[in-house]
């Protein structure tokens, strides 16, 4: 095909890392569907791995765009429009496919001017930061954006039941999808055969210790604290013998959480393990995962420590909910609950759990196929 006369389609996140850990099947979907994928990106700030590199090899042309995460950051998020303006009138793209709330939203606002020359709007809600618990300010700052910009978007693609809900009744996209999330393999997860002892050595973990998990960045959403103040009381009641807390993940809290580990002394029971590319076999040598994230659109963390089959203690908010259903360890926002449900893991047979076969990437895909085939 003539290079000048082949479909480009444009994949916009906030962060470069967004691509490459979540989103490399719909780009595979796209290439085989003939499209040429250009992803605009800020690649400074990979955020998901350490660097770029997943990307090489990909046949992605990738662009420069300096967003910044927060919409508040007025100038990083004024130059990133003007270079997306930019790209946009130097190529022509027949699909603008846009992720995360900054890169969802500036995205949109460029790329509708070419709707009537028949550029086609994609924009996939990875979780809308207005839910049901939300905070007020949330609602007053994020819905009215979103409920605007629907207005120029093609295809609204949520994946979980509430925002699914949620943008069928107020938000006035031309049409509105819900998938499985970007999904994972099953069968890869099922089938890690890791050397139990070798690996908890290096990590740093007895064998004998009963070894929860969680996995997320170091920050105040992913609510890391209320697991450790949960362990502190444990201890002081002298319930937490043999008991280790590792945290796979980076952020602007490690401070803080150091802090808070020394605080309830648990600098014996508790590691954090930083980014890690293994975190599969991590999750095979654990013993119990816990997720106290307070905000999640489907979290791919969590269908992995479901499809390993571990006990699952987690919050009791959407996403969670959509994997686990009515799943025993769903509980509230309190140390309380994650004290009380941690004593539950520990002394019961061991539940295991296993993630529904419509959340495995090969039907995610399917579902993503019959989305872009519509165009």
Request: aromatic share 10%; charged share 25%; net charge positive.
């Amino acid at each position: 095909m003539n290079q000048e006369n082949q479909k480009k389609a444009l994949i916009i996140a906030t962060v470069s890392g967004f691509a490459a850990q979540f989103e490399m099947n719909h780009i595979q979907i796209l290439q085989e569907q003939g499209y040429e994928v250009h992803y605009a990106a800020n690649f400074k700030n990979p955020h998901y791995g350490r660097d770029n590199s997943r990307l090489s090899g990909t046949g992605i042309f990738c662009h420069q765009v300096d967003f910044a995460r927060s919409p508040f950051y007025i100038k990083s998020n004024g130059k990133a429009y003007f270079q997306l303006k930019k790209l946009m009138e130097e190529v022509s793209f027949q699909l603008v496919h846009c992720h995360t709330p900054v890169g969802g939203a500036l995205g949109r606002v460029v790329a509708r001017k070419y709707q009537k020359k028949g550029t086609k709007i994609f924009y996939t809600a990875h979780g809308f930061h207005f839910y049901k618990g939300a905070p007020w300010l949330n609602w007053v700052l994020y819905f009215p954006v979103e409920w605007w910009l629907a207005r120029y978007t093609d295809v609204l693609i949520t994946i979980n039941k509430e925002d699914f809900c949620l943008a069928k009744k107020w938000l006035p996209a031309r049409k509105i999808e819900k998938i499985h999330g970007v999904g994972i393999s099953r069968e890869a997860c099922q089938n890690i055969i890791v050397d139990r002892e070798k690996k908890r050595k290096e990590l740093g973990v007895n064998l004998g210790d009963y070894l929860l998990v969680s996995v997320g960045e170091l920050t105040k959403r992913k609510n890391h604290q209320i697991v450790l103040k949960a362990l502190g009381r444990l201890k002081q009641e002298g319930q937490g013998k043999n008991l280790c807390y590792l945290i796979c993940g980076e952020g602007p809290e490690r401070e803080h959480l150091y802090k808070v580990i020394e605080q309830e002394g648990l600098k014996e029971e508790v590691l954090l393990a930083g980014y890690r590319t293994d975190v599969r076999e991590i999750l095979s040598v654990s013993d119990c995962f816990i997720f106290p994230s307070k905000q999640e659109g489907l979290p791919v963390a969590l269908m992995e420590a479901m499809a390993i089959g571990l006990p699952i203690i987690c919050s009791d908010i959407r996403g969670n909910r959509d994997l686990l259903g009515n799943g025993k360890w769903l509980v509230n926002q309190s140390i309380k609950e994650y004290e009380k449900a941690i004593k539950e893991v520990i002394y019961s047979t061991k539940v295991k759990t296993e993630l529904a076969i419509t959340y495995d990437s090969k039907e995610v895909e399917k579902e993503s196929r019959k989305i872009y085939n519509q165009i």
